[in-house]
């Protein structure tokens, strides 16, 4: 079975700061990861995936995540926090390419001026 | 490009009643899933369509089915309606092909209340 665990569930930093939004899996086979980000009440958006290659994936609004295969983590990253990022995170892990994707419980990201 | 839509974005409910959300997924996209999101929640897998048929589902009772239709759009049913049934309701697609990984594209959701 796989699995995902997001450790924090909020995230305070300081606009300007750098962020960082904590994700380990559990997976069998090879991993297929992924970030979205959920505003108030609406879907989920995708920012970024890995799925083999370059351990360090860079996605939308200047995000980027690090795979770390001997940690079975990958952390969501930005050099600089905007308050506009505050929102809530989460990490998934997919079964192979077509199958269903387990998501974590979500980080609230907060982003103070 | 036609992002994913759900219909309704809200819906009160009575326990035992019954219930079916519509979606209508991305222009080119074959594969259509449902989640479910509780309060303070992941969302939860309830299972997934690809070419008109289930290919995988999650930890959810035979209440919850769904259907895809030809063009893609998908509808997902629940039968006797529990209060723990109320959450927010996810329709994803994506596109399935040979040597890609789609991600997911979601709509924003049907809010379902069970009272």
């Known amino acids: 079975a796989q699995s995902v665990a997001q450790p924090e569930d909020q995230v305070n930093v300081a606009e300007g700061n750098p962020l960082t939004v904590k994700c380990t899996y559990s997976v069998s086979g090879n991993p297929y990861l992924f970030w979205y980000v959920q505003y108030p009440n609406r879907g989920l958006q995708f920012l970024l995936k890995y799925i083999t290659g370059d351990n360090l994936v860079k996605g939308s609004y200047g995000f980027e995540a690090e795979f770390n295969k001997s940690q079975t983590s990958f952390h969501l990253k930005k050099p600089s926090a905007l308050v506009s990022d505050s929102a809530l995170y989460f990490c998934a892990v997919r079964d192979g390419g077509a199958g269903k994707s387990t998501f974590g419980d979500g980080t609230t990201l907060t982003v103070k001026p | 490009e036609t992002g994913v839509t759900q219909s309704p974005t809200h819906l009160i409910k009575t326990r035992g009643q019954q219930v079916t959300l519509r979606c209508s997924s991305q222009?080119?996209?074959?594969?259509v899933s449902w989640y479910q999101q509780a309060l303070g929640q992941g969302p939860q897998f309830i299972f997934q369509y690809y070419r008109e048929e289930e290919n995988g589902r999650g930890n959810f009772p035979p209440r919850f089915s769904g259907l895809q239709f030809p063009n893609y759009s998908s509808e997902l049913n629940v039968n006797a309606l529990e209060l723990d049934d109320s959450a927010l309701y996810l329709c994803?697609?994506?596109?399935?092909?040979?040597?890609?990984?789609?991600?997911?594209?979601f709509g924003n959701g049907t809010r379902l209340t069970v009272t």
């Open positions: 222009s080119g996209h074959n594969t």
């Open positions: 994803a697609s994506s596109l399935v092909q040979q040597g890609a990984t789609s991600p997911l594209h």
